[in-house]
């Protein structure tokens, strides 16, 4: 038999698969569902990095497998992130399925965020019914009529009536839910995650049907059926690749299409339990997903015209930086440049992907660039501080005493009594000179670091091993980001000349 490649994608209806052969172009419409899945691409040969399916393997004979999807990989896919900002108002969700139907690429997958202050609607929702506290069934009612009307606004007919019956059958399961929460006066950390989710389910199913409105083939794909990730600390997870990667390609095979939306933020643990990313996590969500797709890029459509050399907020001269390398984004965002999450850079550094930050408000901007290498830069001092970042809301804690001096174990101690308290520690510097330890903690958790680590240290302080356990509240990091300034001898010495001269006209 003649080898003739099955492509599928779903009918103008969105009900019915059309299995085209490319070779003959014979069309034939099936039900969802009617469809024999045949091989998957992990029997498929490989081209180096990227999983490219060669002619040869694609081919399959009409007579053994009848119809067959295969999840293709590599540079045929844009992944493409809009945040909350972007999907704020039924009119930029319109402007989002612009932007999407206006790409050319010949796949696309789009992760979307809820619309803006919805998760922080969402967790006060939870907050508020745990603390008995009423008004939670009123802010429930504000989550409802903001998504109706959202909806209202933007779609009409068939997929109007079907997201409005979903949105009616998932207020009533939160409000059960809730309820449940508001007797039991706890929220279990599942209940809550469900809850919070909600905003992202809502937001990329307007969106699919609003770019579905313009006749495209678009799927709308509930990433907790695809993303496996487990807990790897406190307000972090890590992703399970090989498993997420399975669950794709069979999620692919049942729902082909040339356009994704996608859920950003959600994801399952191997249990099947509903869970996130942790706050702002849909920049991850797409760098996940752009890595299990191989993608070309992944871009990260904002408010802003791209990384600036500052928070744009506070530093009014701060510039647009138009390439950064992996480290110092990765550096930037742990440092509190919010523009992008600080674990988005993990999945993409591996397969090289760029990442491209772009402002949805204004597209002639040509954005960042994230990458391995970027292009040459200046050679001058300057160009060797990218940009500043910084992180507020912190204290200083100072552990300090002679006796901790050549005692094995006292840095155990202490760290291991912070960890006792689930307080994160941003940074940790050591002065062997005064024999003291000092790191930073949020504000919110010094007091619980304190108070262990007077109770750990009691006789070491009692004895005088130790002389003090201080905290300094009130600080703020103020983080240099460049790669180059490492190997640049000057960088401190101009830097701490300008923050004295900086404390000096401020009166310090
Ligand atoms: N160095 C920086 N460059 C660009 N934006 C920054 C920087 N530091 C902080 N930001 C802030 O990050 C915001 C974008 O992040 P976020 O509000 O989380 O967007 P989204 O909702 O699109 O995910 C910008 O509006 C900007 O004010
Ligand atoms: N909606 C989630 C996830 C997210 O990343 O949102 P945004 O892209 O708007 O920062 C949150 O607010 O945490």
Redesign the pocket.
Known sequence: AAAHRRRLRPSASGREVVSQCLKCEINQDRPMGALRIGHSQGNLPRHGSKNLLTPAAAAISVEQVEVSTYLPKGDMWSVHK?????MGTPQRIQNVADVVLGDSSERKLIIV?AM?KVTDMMYSLVHKAQSRDDSYTEELDKVFEKHMAAAKDLLDGENLARFLSELHSDISNLRAMLRAIYIAGHATESFSEFVVGHGELWSSQMLSYAVQKSGASCSWMDTREVLVVKPSGPDMVDPDYEESEKRLEKWFSRQPAEIIVATGFIASTAENIPTTLKR?G??FSAAIIGSLVRARQVT?????D????????KVSE?VILSTLSYQEAWE?SYF????LHPRTIIPVMKDNIPIV?RNMFNLSAPGTVICKQPANEDADLDACVK?F?TIDKLALVNVEGTGMAGVPGTSSAIFSAVKEVGANVIMISQASSEHSICFAVPEKEVAAVSAALHVRFREALAAGRLSKVEVIHDCSILAAVGLRMASTPGVSAILFDALAKVLTVLGW
């Open positions: 809009f945040g909350g900002t972007c965020s803006s702002d849909s920049d990260i459509w904002t408010d802003v791209g990384v600036f050399s500052a928070d744009p907020r701060a930037m509190g440049a919010n523009v930050i940009s970042a």
